[in-house]
């Protein structure tokens, strides 16, 4: 389905021109390309997003290790067709030996690594010239930063610091252009949709990747991701199922396991200084009442290493669960004012909540788990779109455009599924779940008996709802049945799956540039808007993860989006161009209700509901809120160096709010017509929660040669 999907608009152009398609694609054929070498070494020591695999784990790279050791052989071949068409075929056989696995070395589709990258046909038919295959269109002029530039996609393996040239991912499409009148153009895109590619978002082992984002880490991590950290909260909660109902908490067989604790949170527990509990040599016998110590030693005791040695249910310190900063139990944080870790977020959870995240599968309590899929739409639904370009005579250029398409940066959505039949589940926020065994509560249907807590109820302190799910058929999920009081008929089990999937957006946008001079110096006043309508944004909701409602407390919404760059560029000096930018993006859907909530012990917290900021959101930093209005700032330099002119060097300086930095300087020279060396440093520091910020241990410094040959 997809093999015919992707060359579906190839095919398709290919019969519009039986001409071309019968032609000899052999005549004049020229081939050059290069041969080239690109080596980088990281210059900080320092551990890198997405790099621990154990919430204790201090691995890191030293500076001076190797970041990439790639090698390409590009060709470039072309011919003509007859006497008015002609063919270009682009092959980049390149390979980096220290990417973090096979996906990341060497030839993969549709990404920067992609060894077919360009193979189109150029042709006319009338008055309109055509571009037939898979290829690059260039809208956008910004320096260091897409904002018109959306008809490819981009590959983010080395953020923004590779040409856009080699960062832009190559698709098929049809591109016809037509000249109007004496100084307009009229250009029409009919292309397949592809999507970003994005380090770690859905890879299932990147660890060691110079760039991932602390955003990506929070979806995929394997510390402080949600899909790992799910199945290893449902697995704690398993471990306090097999405690409660054995009679550790109670001092007798509990046929309820943590129903009954509906009124018992995870603060409640946690903040309790001293736990009081009966050790069970098996369930339902047990000893005195015994002082376990401080709550939050216990649930940190019980949420690594288990009921037992080699509980399957142990977390051993690998998810942030809890703020552990040393092996042993009592080497743990409690604040949820100001959490950084799963449970800190979630301190009105309550224990009968957990017991809807596991089953009993006959032999002992089961965790829920969690999936990542994608649903990606079909290549066979293209994006299309058109850009108006005009003059004046004053010499005022301008263009206008217009795009529809898919995003090309993915969503993800969470859910609640059966785990055998796979059917979508129906969170319930109820009160009353604690029955006499044996009594039946109603259908949840008609909702007499368990009360609903609407999605964005008051942050009321008193009123911590447990998280219920149940099915269309009114069939209710975990080891005991919370209509019953009793173990439950129902024995699948639930898993949280993560949709990776992208919308149709709607884009609108335009540009202009302006050549005149300032007495002797030559300036260029430029600028580049869009209006992008239904893109997708992340809100956080912390009430609702504050309950543990987890697959609420994160979701995408549709935003309108209003995007825009001034540029001044002016020559000095002969041939120094030195750039000036400035970016603004302003999210029109911007959401930020200010609440505050209290725990059971009465820690006040923040449970806002807000606008998350994709690209550093992480629980490290309290679920970083975005920017309603984010600004970045740019200055360029770039200048001819050398003998007959015969190197350059360019260096761009971006700032962005918040205080994130990031310094590229590259130089390049030309020792004969055939060799061509380079070198290239790249530095990024500020505050480590801005885009540019987290990535400071990866700044890195580049030698490059190319060989040419014609």
């Known amino acids: 389905m997809h093999k015919r999907s992707t060359l579906y608009l190839a095919v398709a152009a290919a019969l519009s021109l039986p001409a071309v398609a019968s032609a000899d694609f052999t005549e004049d054929i020229e081939i050059n390309g290069y041969l080239k070498n690109e080596t980088a ?101 910004a320096d260091g930063i897409k904002l018109l530039d959306i008809i490819n996609p981009t590959d983010f393996r080395e953020m923004a610091q590779n040409a856009m040239e080699d960062s832009r991912i190559p698709i098929w499409m049809i591109n016809a252009e037509m000249n109007v009148g004496e100084s307009g153009n009229l250009q029409f895109i009919l292309s397949e949709n592809r999507k970003n590619v994005i380090p770690g978002l859905d890879d299932k082992d990147v660890g060691g990747h110079p760039f991932i984002m602390k955003g990506v880490d929070s979806i995929t991590g394997p510390v402080n991701g949600f899909l790992h950290v799910t199945p290893a909260l449902a697995g704690v909660a398993a471990s306090f199922n097999a405690a409660a109902f054995a009679g550790m908490f109670t001092g007798s067989l509990n046929t309820s396991g943590l129903l ?62 809890l703020a552990v900063y040393g092996p042993q139990v009592t080497q743990v944080n409690w604040n949820p004012a100001n959490p950084t870790s799963a449970f800190e977020y979630m301190p009105n959870a309550t224990f009968a909540t957990f017991n809807t995240f596991n089953t009993f599968n006959g032999a002992r309590f089961v965790g829920a788990n969690a999936v990542y899929r994608e649903e990606d739409p079909s290549t066979s639904e293209p994006n299309f779109g058109f850009r108006y370009r005009g003059s004046l005579e004053n010499g005022f250029n301008f263009s206008l455009n217009y795009f529809y398409h898919y995003s090309a940066n ?23 779940v604690s029955p006499a065994p044996g009594v039946v509560m109603p259908n949840p249907a008609t909702n007499v008996g368990i009360n609903d807590i609407p999605l964005n109820a008051a942050a009321n302190p008193l009123a911590n709802p447990t998280i219920l799910l149940h099915n269309a058929a009114g069939q209710y999920y975990g080891a005991f049945d919370p209509t019953t009081g009793t173990w439950n008929a129902n024995t699948h089990g639930v898993t949280m799956v993560m949709e990776e999937t992208r919308s149709r957006v709607n884009s609108f946008g335009g540009s202009f540039d302006y050549g005149t001079q300032w007495g002797d110096v030559p300036v260029v006043i430029r600028g580049e808007a869009l209006y992008d309508k239904n893109e997708k944004q992340p809100v956080v909701d912390k009430r609702l993860l504050g309950i543990g409602d987890l697959t609420n407390a994160l979701v995408m919404e549709d935003m309108d989006k ?30 930020d209700d200010q609440r505050t909530c209290t725990t059971q012990t009465g820690i006040n917290f923040d449970c806002s509901r807000y606008t998350a900021d994709f690209s550093t959101v992480h629980m490290t930093n309290g679920l970083n809120k975005g920017w309603e209005y984010k600004e970045f700032y740019s200055l360029f330099f770039s200048k001819p160096f050398g003998e007959s002119q015969l190197g350059r060097w360019n260096n761009i300086t971006m700032y962005e709010d918040g205080g994130g930095w990031w310094n590229r300087f590259d130089m390049e020279y030309s020792f004969t017509d055939e060799w061509v060396g380079s070198a290239e440093l790249n530095l990024y520091w500020g505050d480590e929660d801005t885009t540019f910020g987290q990535f400071k241990e990866s700044s890195n410094f580049q030698v490059g040669v190319k060989y040419i040959w014609e």
């Open 260 to 321: 009954p604790f509906a009124g018992m949170t995870v603060d409640g527990f946690a903040s309790n200084p001293n736990i009081v509990g009966y050790p069970c040599a098996s369930p339902g016998v047990c000893g005195a009442p015994t002082p376990f110590g401080p709550g939050k030693f216990v649930l940190n005791n019980i949420a690594q290493n288990g009921l037992a040695p080699g509980d399957p249910n142990a977390n051993n310190n690998v998810t942030n669960l």
């Open 562 to 591: 209003f995007s825009y760059v001034l540029g001044l560029d002016i020559t000095v000096m002969t041939n120094l161009l030195v750039s000036g930018q400035f970016i603004q993006m302003i999210n029109l859907d911007y959401v």
């Open 41 to 141: 070494i990281f210059l900080k020591s320092g551990q890198m997003t997405g790099e621990a695999r154990t919430m204790l784990d201090r691995r890191s790279k030293d500076a001076g290790n190797l970041m990439k050791f790639e090698n390409s052989a590009r060709f470039f071949v072309n011919g003509s067709i007859g006497e008015e068409s002609s063919w270009h075929l682009d092959v980049n056989l390149i390979c980096d030996s220290e990417g973090v696995n096979s996906d990341w070395q060497c030839h993969k589709n549709y990404t920067q690594n992609d060894w077919f990258r360009e193979a189109y046909v150029d042709t006319s038919v009338g008055e309109l010239s055509l571009r037939l295959g898979k290829q690059q269109v260039v809208w956008g002029t």
């Open 410 to 432: 993915p969503e993800i959505h969470m859910s609640w599924h059966d785990a055998v039949t796979g059917e979508k589940l129906v969170v319930q926020r109820a009160t009353g």
